[in-house]
């Protein structure tokens, strides 16, 4: 486990990779998208699934353990349920109490090849999640992790809830598939807090709203090749267009989001700050774990 204090920025990182996470149901899935980001300040470029029809789960982790050097690696989905609030993660099953040793967990209660988490949301962890009206209050259900308290005390806006099913915003299915591949990528790399940085990559976790917002923007969805660069520009970027067949009007909100994203990762990696946020005990370090970039 991470000392909340230590920094893992100690030794440079070879290029920083920005991943929009799906938890959709299916094989290939158009809602992943990837960008990498190497030092200096060229602009991101995206990375192109295998199929057209999109990436595979599994063959995004197949991908992260083929890059040459050191990688910071940042996923938008949640790593952790809440914990430090109830002290458990879901009341009443006999869930383990580390971020690790959950992901071990779950993986042994879903079946899907694809790694979504569809089975275990909708079977025997049904009670916890929030799928309509049909299911009582939605507020009975809005339980967050320190770090997302700490978003909205912050400006930074709503945090979503792992326990929210409903809507484009959620990210519940998302961050349940995700801790399937978390599960798969800790040979390979150090997911913080949770782990000590001392293999070759590293794994965060990452809102991207949160980085259109440390860009200078409001946090909203780019819709034109300006506001991507203007975007880019906020974290000392080249612009978009210098790429080479960089088709910025073809872009879809996640292509744009893990561009920013990329590039914020690059940025952000020297700030020490970044890497022991003041409310992030050792306890939440083990649990819940932290969004990189919230201070």
Request: charged fraction near 20%.
């Amino acid at each position: 486990m991470l000392n909340a204090g230590a920094n893992p920025n100690g030794r440079a990182f070879d290029a920083f990779v920005a991943i929009d996470w799906s938890g959709a149901r299916g094989q290939y899935l158009p809602g992943i998208a990837v960008a990498i980001a190497y030092p200096g300040n060229g602009a991101p470029q995206l990375v192109a699934p295998a199929s057209p029809r999109g990436w595979q789960r599994g063959e995004v982790a197949v991908w992260l353990g083929a890059q040459p050097g050191r990688l910071l690696a940042g996923f938008d989905f949640s790593f952790a349920p809440p914990f430090v609030a109830r002290r458990t993660y879901l009341p009443g099953m006999d869930a383990p109490d580390t971020g690790p040793e959950f992901w071990a967990w779950l993986e042994r209660q879903c079946r899907d090849p694809h790694l979504s988490a569809a089975d275990f949301i909708d079977g025997p962890a049904r009670a916890h999640f929030w799928m309509g009206a049909a299911d009582g209050r939605k507020g009975d259900f809005l339980h967050h992790r320190v770090c997302e308290t700490r978003f909205n005390v912050g400006g930074g806006g709503k945090a979503s809830t792992v326990f929210d099913c409903v809507g484009a915003a959620q990210v519940a299915k998302a961050s349940f598939s995700g801790m399937r591949l978390l599960h798969r990528l800790r040979g390979r790399f150090a997911v913080w807090p949770f782990d000590a940085p001392d293999r070759r990559g590293l794994v965060v976790e990452i809102y991207t709203r949160a980085m259109l917002q440390l860009a200078g923007g409001r946090g909203t969805k780019l819709r034109d090749a300006a506001a991507l660069d203007a975007a880019l520009a906020g974290f000392g970027s080249a612009p978009y267009a210098a790429c080479p067949a960089a088709e910025p009007r073809h872009l879809s909100d996640h292509q744009t989001d893990v561009l920013v994203s990329a590039a914020a990762l690059r940025t952000l990696a020297g700030d020490a700050d970044l890497w022991m946020p003041t409310d992030m005990t050792a306890e939440i370090a083990r649990t819940e774990g932290w969004t990189f970039g919230i201070r």
